[in-house]
């Protein structure tokens, strides 16, 4: 299993009296690109910025390659590279022009560098052409490259996809693609368009109301979103041993309440009613459940917002 290089801790962030991080933990592990998924306001950007330590935390902790305290927290900093908000850049200078100002003001002493990063990004044929008169994905491009300049080991990116159309989207996605693979950094990226993500990424962090209600891996993603045929009957632990030795079941998970979820097999749900009753098995629910990764994400944002509302008024 690679190295974890960023362990967060029951990380908090209240601002007066609205706690807009609350008890967050998670880690990254090196190769990741990290999805942190949630709607506006849920509380990315204020992590990111924690991240980066443009924002003091109110309690918990962040450890980056092991190093926890204020100093070594500094150094372990100057491996990253962030992109928070919106990518600044002087409209009236050329790519070339703001990336040689941001590569003085680094204090990055190859100036080859910025051939480098524009090649990379592919903005390396840009030439005079002025920022001002740039498309919106060739500006977050832009942006990227200049997180390049200090050959980062893993980049933080604030939502780069916002307000991009579908041909932007794609140049972007597969830019950061190309940095994992290619450059092998490591990158934990914000968005709330988890479609677009799920193309994208190995792990996935679920944010809402500030809190961490769900990581997962992809795989694990996709197979809580795959087609599956839901059994719960008056003995579960007996169904599962029945469908194993009549069926020769090896698709399946078993949730915490006991019932089964089946990924095979899915046409011949009268065969599995049949071994159940033939078993002794009586069941109680028998259907097939499944979702998209959309509406997957929906369900479980509407879950959180009824547990919210109910805190809210407990607290009020």
């Known amino acids: 299993m690679s190295e974890v290089i960023i362990d967060v801790k029951r990380l908090e962030k209240q601002y007066m009296k609205q706690k807009a991080?609350?008890?967050?933990?998670?880690?990254?592990?090196?190769?990741?690109?990290?999805?942190?998924?949630?709607?506006?306001?849920?509380?990315?950007?204020?992590i990111m910025k924690m991240l980066a330590g443009l924002v003091i935390p109110t309690r918990g902790s962040i450890s980056i390659y092991g190093q926890s305290e204020e100093k070594g927290l500094a150094k372990s900093r100057s491996r990253m590279s962030f992109m928070i908000e919106t990518p600044y850049a002087k409209e009236k200078m050329t790519a070339k022009e703001n990336l040689e100002?941001?590569?003085?003001?680094?204090?990055?002493?190859?100036?080859?560098?910025?051939?480098?990063?524009?090649?990379?990004?592919?903005?390396?044929?840009?030439?005079?052409?002025?920022?001002?008169?740039?498309?919106?994905?060739?500006?977050?491009?832009?942006?990227?490259?200049?997180?390049?300049?200090?050959?980062?080991e893993i980049m933080v990116?604030?939502?780069?996809?916002?307000?991009l159309d579908p041909e932007g989207i794609v140049e972007i996605r597969e830019l950061l693609l190309k940095l994992n693979q290619e450059e092998h950094i490591t990158i934990m990226?914000?968005?709330?368009?988890?479609?677009?993500?799920?193309?994208?990424?190995?792990?996935?962090?679920?944010?809402?109301?500030?809190?961490?209600?769900?990581?997962?891996?992809?795989?694990?993603?996709?197979r809580q979103c795959?087609?599956?045929?839901?059994?719960?009957?008056?003995?579960?632990?007996?169904?599962?041993?029945?469908?194993?030795e009549r069926l020769k079941l090896s698709e399946y998970d078993v949730e915490e309440d006991g019932s089964i979820r089946i990924y095979e097999r899915l046409e011949d749900v009268r065969e599995i009613s049949k071994a159940l009753y033939?078993?002794?098995?009586?069941?109680i629910e028998?259907?097939?459940?499944?979702?998209?990764?959309?509406?997957?994400?929906?369900?479980?944002?509407?879950?959180?917002?009824?547990?919210?509302?109910?805190?809210?008024?407990?607290?009020n």
């Open 189 to 222: 990226i914000s968005s709330h368009i988890l479609s677009e993500l799920s193309l994208l990424c190995t792990d996935y962090l679920f944010i809402h109301h500030g809190r961490l209600i769900q990581a997962l891996s992809a795989g694990e993603l996709q």
């Open 278 to 283: 033939e078993g002794g098995v009586i069941p």
């Open 286 to 315: 028998l259907h097939v459940n499944g979702a998209n990764l959309e509406q997957y994400y929906m369900d479980m944002v509407g879950e959180q917002d009824v547990e919210y509302n109910k805190s809210t008024k407990l607290s």
């Open 157 to 163: 990116l604030d939502e780069p996809v916002n307000g």
């Open 21 to 46: 991080v609350h008890e967050v933990s998670f880690q990254i592990r090196e190769g990741m690109i990290c999805g942190l998924i949630g709607p506006n306001g849920a509380g990315k950007t204020t």
């Open 226 to 244: 795959k087609e599956y045929y839901h059994v719960h009957t008056d003995n579960d632990a007996m169904a599962l041993a029945v469908l194993q």
């Open 101 to 152: 100002k941001q590569r003085i003001q680094k204090g990055i002493p190859d100036k080859g560098r910025i051939d480098e990063v524009l090649e990379i990004v592919g903005l390396s044929d840009t030439g005079k052409k002025q920022v001002r008169n740039f498309s919106l994905g060739m500006r977050q491009r832009l942006g990227i490259a200049n997180a390049l300049l200090t050959k980062p």
